[in-house]
């Protein structure tokens, strides 16, 4: 059982940054993929980034790649999302999610906890 709590959100204007956290509980975290996704209002869940269970094999959206970074500090149960240059679009709910496996994918089928999410609203 892996439990997940996402912070770091907020209202922020477009061009800024934001980094949000994501901590799991349970002993399993540094064995495990980890991934971020969005979902929009009226729009369908949207895999954003995925790193692998040591930090390796990074995987960003095209509509984030340059702007958006995942890591993660195993040694703090803790994953990241670094998104700078931030625009409208990116306005939506953040969820992170813990994987069945220890390889990065952007495969929503892949994750079997989720956090509650955290709400990113870009203004412009």
């Known amino acids: 059982q892996v439990q997940l709590v996402e912070s770091g959100g907020g209202l922020v204007q477009a061009g800024g940054s934001l980094r949000l956290s994501c901590v799991a509980s349970g002993r399993t975290f540094s064995t495990i993929a980890m991934g971020w996704f969005r979902q929009a209002p009226g729009q369908e869940r949207e895999a954003v980034a995925s790193i692998n269970w040591n930090g390796g094999s990074l995987s960003t959206a095209d509509s984030v790649k340059g702007r958006f970074t995942i890591s993660r500090d195993n040694a703090k149960n803790t994953v990241y999302l670094q998104m700078n240059s931030l625009k409208p679009e990116d306005t939506a709910v953040y969820y992170c999610?813990?994987?069945?496996?220890?390889?990065?994918?952007?495969?929503?089928?892949?994750?079997?906890?989720w956090g509650q999410g955290t709400q990113v609203t870009v203004s412009s």
């Open positions: 999610a813990a994987g069945r496996g220890p390889y990065s994918t952007r495969s929503y089928e892949a994750y079997d906890y």
